[in-house]
RNA sequence: GACCCGCUAGCUCAGCAGGUAGAGCAUUUGACUUUUAAUCAAAGGGUCGGGCGUUCGAAUCGCCCGCGGGUCACCA
């Protein structure tokens, strides 16, 4: 802590120790409101100033707020104070709420919790404000706020002192009450549907579920390793083998990855389980979904985000992985079925071939990502990923070099990865084997087997769609942020240096 | 991890052919009973991100370090 404090930080010391004298508590109690800014204003703002003047019996309403401006005028003055919703103006005048009040609206300070009785009237300039009858004091503010027209505007400090952002700049306040109404209309939509929430252990033993580098950590007691889970998926299965019908869970993943305006530490997602289901049934849910939410918590279904006009309507584009790679490069991976063919196009397409990649749908893979991602503008479900890079996933009927997998591309982005879930417990088995030879080449992101997922499989787990959706993701695209930083609370950052 | 940019008062920013550090808001004191980026008058407030170097002299030039942002790479 830095114990040298400014002449300012002094000044509010010996405020709050004034008050404290006087027997009032600088960090004040409890207060009970009748109103906030936002149904103060929703409760009068249908009366005109003439009629607030002359009501009879005028309702005295209990607010409370920090104060954001002052201006002191004498003997009357006006601030406005600040609450979730929104801000409101008091006109105080010493006339009516008497010498020690008034004397402690004009020795408060912009940022301190004030509480007030009043009632509603409108200003000569038109402004609906709170005629102040009693005037308490309710928390100091030992530090001054940033400056109020400017507001905080230096990203470091926003990130590191979320709260000081969401005081000062109500546009981060916006995102973030969107953000948690956002997952709200998840919840309702997919509670109304009959899927139950659950919640799978964050600690995992074995990595899997997904292809990343995870963290690892170690408990005391049972003295063994932990990894912090990449994906919840192979636990939902269980479940799924259990006997849950529908199931979803939102919540932390994290992955040990670089961190850029699209990548976190921590994220969370949505990842969800339907029995009986399929492919299909997570594109017409997933678009349901989106479309649904967008427009509960926006109130429409085109947004801009990036300069793109993105139509969230349902009816998105559905396209084969490799007739968008045949679109865009003219290689039909249709035919190519010799590895080194494969790889010949990939060398002369610039494209960085590594050693854990030994066939074609590594190749595949690796063309779609470098020439066909970044076009996806409109929402679009592609499918048809090769098994190589797709280890839970159940294969195409017809052509088992690829899979039942659909990822969902949005302005160039990944907003979503689904599956027909792979059910057969000898085939995940064998994709498991695979996956340790992958890790046995440097591919720090296989999975691992996990023998105890493949004996849940044995018992039985009915065919089943399942779904993972980056929520942070969903969120930058609803409330229109291109950094992740700006949708999360707060970001992961470096400790400061002291 | 690489490259580019930034870091000056509580906040927002000037100052950078090197010559004792500035403004606005905020703070303090005074005036003001419908103001709203209130106004008017006066005052206080800084190890210029940290260190080393060049120099008679560094916020300014050079090197190293720290933190952040952007782009790229890996990934969702």
Not at 7 to 35: C, N, S, W, Y
Not at 78 to 101: A, T
Request: hydrophobic residues 35%.
């Amino acid at each position: 802590m830095d114990d040298r404090l400014t002449e300012q930080e002094l000044v509010r010391r010996e405020k709050a120790a004034a008050l404290k004298e006087k027997g009032i508590d600088p960090f004040g109690d409890r207060f009970d409101r009748t109103h906030n800014t936002e149904t103060f204003k929703a409760a009068f703002s249908r009366f005109s100033k003439e009629e607030l003047h002359d009501l009879p019996n005028p309702e005295i309403v209990r607010i409370a707020g920090r104060i954001m401006t002052r201006r002191i005028k004498g003997k009357a003055g006006f601030e406005h104070i600040q609450d979730q919703y929104g801000q409101l103006q008091l006109y105080i005048r010493q006339d009516v709420v008497g010498d020690e009040q008034y004397e402690l609206f004009t020795s408060g300070d912009i940022g301190d919790i004030v509480a007030v009785h009043g009632t509603a009237m409108i200003t000569n300039t038109g402004e609906l404000s709170l005629k102040v009858t009693n005037y308490l004091h309710l928390v100091k503010a030992l530090r001054p706020l940033p400056e109020k027209f400017h507001g905080l505007v230096d990203v470091e400090e926003r990130y590191r002192r979320r709260y000081l952002d969401l005081i000062m700049n109500d546009k981060s306040m916006a995102t973030f009450v969107l953000r948690s109404k956002i997952i709200q209309k998840l919840r309702d939509h997919l509670n109304a549907k009959g899927y139950l929430e659950v919640e799978t252990p964050v600690l995992h033993p074995i990595l899997g579920g997904a292809n990343a580098r995870p963290f690892t950590t170690h408990h005391n007691t049972l003295d063994m390793p932990f990894y912090l889970r990449i994906a919840p998926e192979l636990y939902l299965k269980r479940l799924l083998v259990g006997g849950f019908d529908c199931v979803y869970e939102i919540g932390r993943l994290f992955r040990n990855e670089g961190m850029d305006t699209k990548h976190n530490p921590e994220f969370t997602t949505i990842e969800l389980y339907l029995a009986y289901s399929d492919l299909e049934g997570m594109m017409d849910l997933c678009e349901e979904l989106i479309a649904e939410v967008a427009q509960a918590t926006i109130g429409t279904t085109t947004v801009t985000f990036e300069g793109e006009e993105i139509r969230l309507a349902r009816g998105w584009k559905r396209a084969h992985m490799l007739d968008l790679i045949q679109e865009k490069t003219g290689i039909d991976f249709r035919k190519i079925t010799d590895f080194e063919e494969a790889k010949a196009h990939a060398l002369s397409h610039k494209l960085p071939v590594e050693k854990h990649m030994t066939s074609v749908g590594h190749i595949v893979n690796l063309f779609f990502e470098n020439f066909c991602e970044k076009e996806l503008i409109q929402p679009t479900f592609v499918h048809g990923y090769p098994i190589e890079v797709s280890p839970l996933t159940k294969k195409e009927p017809g052509d088992p070099r690829f899979t039942q997998r659909f990822e969902l591309f949005i302005g160039g982005r990944e907003y979503a990865n689904a599956y027909t879930e792979l059910n057969d417990p000898l085939d995940q088995k064998e994709r498991f084997l695979n996956q340790l030879k992958e890790k046995a080449l440097g591919n720090e992101e296989a999975n691992e087997m996990d023998a105890d997922f493949v004996e849940a499989l044995e018992y039985g787990m009915p065919p089943a769609g399942g779904i993972g959706i980056g929520i942070d993701r969903l969120v930058m695209l609803l409330t229109g942020n291109p950094s992740i930083r700006d949708v999360l609370l707060f970001p992961t950052m470096r400790q400061r240096a002291k």
